[in-house]
């Protein structure tokens, strides 16, 4: 499949799974359970995992993904992050919603939404991304909500989700040129007026990335081999390799990957002051005079 081509199925599965799962979200459920009918319906429809579906809840703003047997449910009240990427053959599409369950949230719901839509109109070659990052920020606080400043979105490569360049989420000093035929995610995140407006990390996300190869043995040695030939550059939950190795010798040859730096892991992002956050992502083509967006 062309690449093209690739990127816009990747971003056909993406957004039908993203919004029939969003849709059935509700307080009481097992995050667990979100995370497995996500890979569940992204197989399905012919995609692969790009990494870990994220359940992000209330002040934690990014990379929070079930570990096995988890047993955090979607809380009263709550407002709740669905992130997830999907590729075909190393083409990636990422795209995220927030479902909130407090009706005093909704405006951060739509202000991320806003922030968002001001993105992908003013993205085009010959840009700046700092310019972009200024329609964000304008377009958040119009709504009474402020920007996470340290939370940005993304450029995307061949089985790489994070490829370098950044589209920031505020005005700033980041003046890289938006070029024809870049390949972004662009998500704002807002937040209350009176938040910091930044995360900082949190505890493990049950998130992880093939990092180095080394020299290990037994169980972990195939594990490693497992981990390279499934997951490639791109990142994986514990969930998945723990399910494939679920002995105690499998799961102490997880922690010898870990300790071996064979694999590393991410934290959660959450806000440093614990507020409330909303998220809204689309992945796009930059084209001659815009951009197209595969996850709409």
């Not at 955090?72 to 990427?85: C, H």
């Not at 909130?100 to 001001?118: I, M």
């Amino acid at each position: 499949m062309e690449p093209f081509e690739a990127l816009r199925e990747a971003g056909k599965i993406a957004s039908k799974v993203r919004d029939t799962t969003l849709a059935e979200i509700k307080p009481g459920m097992k995050v667990e359970y979100i995370c497995d009918i996500v890979n569940q319906r992204v197989k399905e429809l012919g995609g692969k995992m790009a990494f870990p579906c994220n359940v992000d809840i209330d002040h934690v703003a990014a990379h929070y993904c079930a570990p096995l047997n988890d047993l955090t449910v979607i809380p009263e009240r709550s407002i709740v992050k669905l992130d997830l990427g999907v590729h075909i053959d190393g083409y990636i599409a990422d795209t995220a919603k927030t479902v909130s369950f407090d009706p005093e949230l909704d405006y951060l719901v739509e202000a991320a939404q806003a922030g968002l839509n001001a993105a992908i109109n003013t993205i085009r070659p010959g840009i700046r991304a700092n310019e972009i990052g200024a329609a964000i920020e304008e377009a958040i606080k119009r709504y009474g909500a402020k920007p996470i400043s340290n939370l940005t979105g993304h450029k995307m490569a061949r089985y790489v989700v994070h490829a370098g360049q950044s589209i920031p989420n505020v005005d700033g000093l980041d003046k890289h040129l938006i070029h024809e035929g870049d390949v972004y995610a662009m998500e704002p995140f807002a937040v209350p007026p009176n938040a910091d407006g930044k995360v900082m990390d949190g505890p493990p996300s049950n998130i992880y990335r093939m990092l180095k190869r080394h020299s290990v043995k037994g169980v972990a040695k195939k594990m490693m081999k497992h981990i390279q030939s499934e997951y490639r550059t791109l990142p994986f939950a514990s969930r998945w390799v723990i399910r494939k190795y679920n002995t105690p010798a499998g799961k102490a040859a997880f922690q010898e990957l870990l300790h071996s730096k064979c694999i590393m892991g991410y934290p959660q992002l959450i806000e440093r002051t614990r507020a409330k956050v909303a998220q809204a992502e689309h992945s796009v083509i930059v084209t001659e005079d815009g951009c197209e967006v595969t996850t709409a």
